[in-house]
C-alpha cells in the first residue's frame, strides 16, 4: 500500500440499503476526513478524525457515520441510502489536523444510489 | 456564511501564462491552499500561504493579501498537461477546509 486507498473504486446501491466505504492509509497519520464532491459544488467535509480514538462532524454529516479504532483506517457508513448521496467520496488525511499540513487524498469512491 | 469564490472555467493558450483568482469570507483565517485535479482523479496539493505576499514553486506561484480575502494561482509557461481544476481551500477558525468549488482550465495548442 502508498499513500491512502478506498474501496470500492465505485458501486451502485439501491436506496435504503446499507453500505460502508472503505479507507486506509499507510502513512502513520494523524487526522483522517471523508468528503463528497458533487458537480458545481466545493468539497464538503462529512466527518473527521484528528486522532485515533476521536471523531467529529463536519459540514454534511447527516446520513452518514464513522469510526476510528486505529491510526491506518477510517470507513464511512451509510445506514440506509438515499438517492442525494449520489456523489464521489474522497478520503484524506494528514500528519497532523492543522496549520500547514496539506492533505493527501485517496482515489475515490464514486457511488451511485437508485 | 462561508463563501468561497473562484471563476468556474478559463481558457488560455499552451505557452502562456494564466492566473486563477480567489476570494475568500470565512470565520477565521488559519492559511490557504491550492490543489489541482485531472477529471477523473483525486486532488493534488499544489501549494500552501498563510502570510501576505508571493510563494513559488517552479511554474507555479501563489499569492496571498489577508486584508483583501484574496489569493491567486500563477500558471507559467503553461503546457497542456496543466489542464484541469484548480481548487481553492481556506483553513477556518475550526482548522478545518472550507472549499470552493474550482475552476476548470483548459489549454489550447
Known amino acids: 500500500i502508498a499513500g491512502i486507498t478506498q474501496a470500492p473504486t465505485s458501486q451502485i446501491l439501491a436506496a435504503g440499503r446499507r453500505m460502508t466505504l472503505r479507507c486506509t492509509q499507510d502513512?502513520?497519520?494523524?487526522?483522517m476526513y471523508w468528503y463528497r464532491q458533487d458537480l458545481g459544488l466545493g468539497l464538503r467535509l462529512i466527518h473527521y478524525s484528528n486522532t485515533a480514538g476521536t471523531t467529529g462532524k463536519g459540514e454534511v454529516p447527516d446520513g452518514y457515520s464513522v469510526s476510528r479504532a486505529n491510526t491506518d483506517d477510517f470507513p464511512l457508513t451509510l445506514a440506509s441510502a438515499v438517492p442525494s448521496q449520489t456523489s464521489v467520496y474522497f478520503c484524506?488525511?494528514?500528519?497532523?489536523?492543522?496549520?500547514?499540513?496539506?492533505?493527501?487524498f485517496g482515489p475515490g469512491t464514486r457511488l451511485t444510489v437508485l | 456564511g462561508q463563501n468561497i469564490d473562484q471563476p468556474t472555467e478559463m481558457t488560455a493558450t499552451e505557452g502562456a501564462i494564466v492566473q486563477i483568482n480567489c476570494t475568500y469570507q470565512?470565520?477565521?483565517?488559519?492559511?490557504l491552499f491550492w490543489y489541482q485535479q485531472h477529471a477523473g482523479e483525486a486532488p493534488t496539493f499544489l501549494s500552501y500561504n498563510v502570510l501576505d505576499g508571493l510563494e513559488e514553486k517552479g511554474r507555479f506561484s501563489s499569492f496571498l493579501s489577508r486584508s483583501k480575502g484574496y489569493s491567486y494561482l500563477l500558471l507559467k509557461e503553461l503546457q497542456m498537461k496543466d489542464s484541469a481544476s484548480y481548487l481553492c481551500a481556506v483553513r477556518d477558525s475550526n482548522y478545518q477546509l472550507i472549499w470552493g468549488a474550482g475552476t476548470k482550465l483548459i489549454i489550447k495548442p
Open positions: 484524506a488525511s494528514s500528519a497532523l489536523a492543522g496549520a500547514g499540513n496539506e492533505q493527501f
Open positions: 502513512m502513520r497519520h494523524n487526522a
Open positions: 470565512t470565520s477565521g483565517f488559519n492559511g
